[in-house]
């Protein structure tokens, strides 16, 4: 399957002119499946938004949870499968487009009866069951804002995402409801918690105080609803994203996102009739929802979601028995499966895969040659973000991958690298990642906070990203790294701010600097630098402490794998972190301008 040696150069990223690698088409030849997007020129070249809105057959007044789901309801796809659900334990259930319109109809009645109305935020804390995707659908057909969270969050992250939305309604679970009465009273604004898997009557899961029963409501509620009609520029989500500053920011999507979502779905997924698609990512971030909710049912494609962990012999199993066609997943878990080695591959049939995708960090040159060799494909990298509500650059089944680039521009949008004060930069040269705005899916507001929104705009004509990248003379994108603090550990995007003001309440933390350490199966990890208060002295059982009181305060992903304990905190002198230096110092780099740290 896998062609000679010869064209296989992978090139550092500063090489202009790589050796081309084959196509999709060249590779999986007993697969000739023509592209979505047969030739992206093309498409580029005469690309025009209103021809997507013709073609999703978008007229306004519309709501995309109905155009997601319940068009398909009441057409040919009423019977086809919407939802393959398989449970952490091995359980599994199937949900038809017709069974998701009205179970999705009941909860939107469901929270109409307890007075959730149109702008209304209604926050789902939920594992991957199906009751999270159903309430999604819910919450948007009655035109509230949906607002997922990723299940491993605890009650500071919870609090700090329902306190700063003013949520109305919170869906979660017995497994999970403890988090939430831990910080109910700091949230006055929230009315009512719906928790699924609580026995109303007695037994060993029952109510407490204050709660409703998702299956009680439900089972009252009527299957029949009257879809609210909303302007495309209603708020559809709100997903919370962490920047180097401050609280993570409310990030705002509207019903217009449609356009993107279904789209990028069609031309960079390639989802076709027949595909049964799964998307590894939870719908608390950006990409479970977006091409794990809304994009795939947009194009009317059968979804798989799987509620338990990473596991890379569950993994293989699920694209075996599922026979999961097309796959969009992250470099963290490509390298993982790469790190259980070959047996474990070579014990299940993945013949019916024919399109792997990834995003979220750079994908390694390695991962995509070891891709070439389990599964006779290369995967193809994307590059978007929370902001931009749908893939910005990519690499597009008709077009030769350059192992280590995100690809091109996606049709309708211009990426390009600037300078600070705006102009473009000539290929090869490193710059600020920027597009132009006007996609249909960038980010309408952040909650409550314009300040930060303008932020991205302060380069005249261009939202800046916060990436900066290079291009080479054939327009293909390359990653650098962040212009910021940011940390991407295992795709998830962390604040330092969050987890140094969550060390800092720790009883034995009196200062804490945090960044993000190279690693080579997570991308980064979390290393924390901290001085701890007068009366405490460094040990290792202080160390497992801290490491277990953020894994349960924040979240389990946002915790530092690594403490060192210190002095002093390298600040400037107007008292902020030098974060820069504490990562020069660790990666052992030089150590850069220092004129303004303190004495
Ligand atoms: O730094 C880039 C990185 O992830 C950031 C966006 O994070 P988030 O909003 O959580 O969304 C992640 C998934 C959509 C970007 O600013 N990133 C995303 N994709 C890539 C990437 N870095 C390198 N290569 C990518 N393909």
């Avoid at 899916?441 to 991205?456: I, N, P, Q, T, V």
């Avoid at 293909?476 to 995007?493: E, L, P, Q, S």
């Amino acid at each position: 399957m896998l062609p000679s040696g010869e064209g296989w150069a992978f090139a550092p990223s500063s090489v202009q002119s790589v050796r081309r690698l084959p196509t999709e088409k060249e590779i999986h030849k007993e697969n000739r499946l023509t592209p979505n997007l047969p030739d992206y020129k093309k498409a580029y070249k005469g690309f025009q938004w209103e021809a997507v809105r013709t073609e999703l057959g978008l007229v306004p007044p519309v709501n995309l949870a109905s155009k997601a789901v319940d068009q398909h309801a009441s057409s040919w796809r009423r019977n086809k499968v919407a939802l393959y659900w398989e449970g952490a334990e091995g359980q599994n259930c199937k949900y038809t487009f017709y069974e998701l319109k009205n179970e999705s109809n009941r909860i939107g009645n469901m929270l109409l009866n307890l007075g959730v109305r149109r702008g209304d935020r209604v926050f789902v804390f939920l594992p991957r069951i199906p009751e999270l995707y159903t309430s999604v659908i819910g919450i948007a057909k009655i035109g509230a804002v949906a607002g997922p969270m990723f299940s491993a969050f605890g009650p500071e992250a919870l609090r700090d995402r329902l306190l700063d939305s003013g949520a109305k309604v919170l869906i979660t679970h017995t497994s999970l409801r403890e988090r939430i009465h831990r910080v109910w009273d700091e949230l006055p604004e929230l009315r009512h918690v719906i928790v699924v898997g609580a026995s109303t009557s007695g037994g060993h899961m029952p109510l407490r105080k204050g709660e409703v029963s998702f299956e009680r409501e439900v089972e009252k509620s009527s299957r029949g609803l009257e879809v609210e009609d909303m302007d495309l520029e209603d708020p559809l989500y709100i997903l919370y994203t962490s920047g180097t500053t401050g609280k993570p920011k409310g990030v705002v999507h509207v019903h217009h996102d449609m356009l993107s979502h279904y789209i990028t779905s069609r031309w960079v997924l390639d989802l076709k009739e027949e595909d049964v698609y799964w998307c590894t990512a939870d719908p608390g971030w950006v990409t479970g929802t977006v091409y794990g909710i809304w994009g795939p049912w947009l194009n009317g494609c059968s979804q798989v979601t799987f509620e338990g962990r990473f596991d890379a012999e569950h993994w293989y199993s699920i694209i075996e028995r599922y026979g999961v066609t097309v796959w969009y997943t992250a470099p963290t878990a490509l390298r993982m499966l790469m790190k259980a080695g070959p047996e474990v591959v070579k014990k299940y049939n993945l013949k019916s895969l024919r399109y792997i995708l990834s995003v979220g960090e750079p994908l390694n040159p390695e991962v995509i040659r070891w891709g070439m060799e389990v599964f006779g494909l290369c995967i193809h990298d994307t590059w978007w973000q929370t902001e931009t509500g749908a893939i910005m650059i990519a690499n597009y089944p008709s077009m030769p991958v350059r192992p280590g680039s995100m690809g091109k521009p996606f049709p309708g949008t211009e990426a390009a690298i600037i300078d600070g004060k705006g102009n473009k930069l000539p290929p090869g040269s490193s710059g600020i990642l920027a597009l132009k705005p006007g996609w249909p899916s960038m980010m309408r507001a952040l909650w409550g906070d314009e300040k930060r929104y303008k932020e991205y705009f302060t380069i005249p004509g261009w939202y800046t990203t916060g990436d900066t990248a290079h291009m080479d003379k054939e327009g293909y994108f390359w990653f650098i790294g962040r212009a910021d603090d940011v940390i991407m550990t295992a795709g998830h995007r962390v604040g330092p701010f969050e987890v140094e003001s969550a060390l800092v309440e720790h009883r034995a933390v009196a200062e804490a600097g945090v960044i993000g350490k190279p690693d080579p199966e997570r991308g980064e990890i979390i290393k924390a630098f901290i001085v701890l208060r007068h009366g405490h002295k460094p040990s290792r059982e202080l160390e497992e402490e801290i490491k277990e009181f953020i894994r349960h305060r924040l979240s389990a992903h946002a915790y530092p794998r690594e403490i060192q304990f210190m002095d002093g905190i390298p600040k400037t002198r107007s008292g902020k972190i030098m974060r820069r230096l504490l990562k020069a110092r660790e990666l052992g780099l030089p150590e850069g301008d220092l004129s303004t740290l303190e004495d």
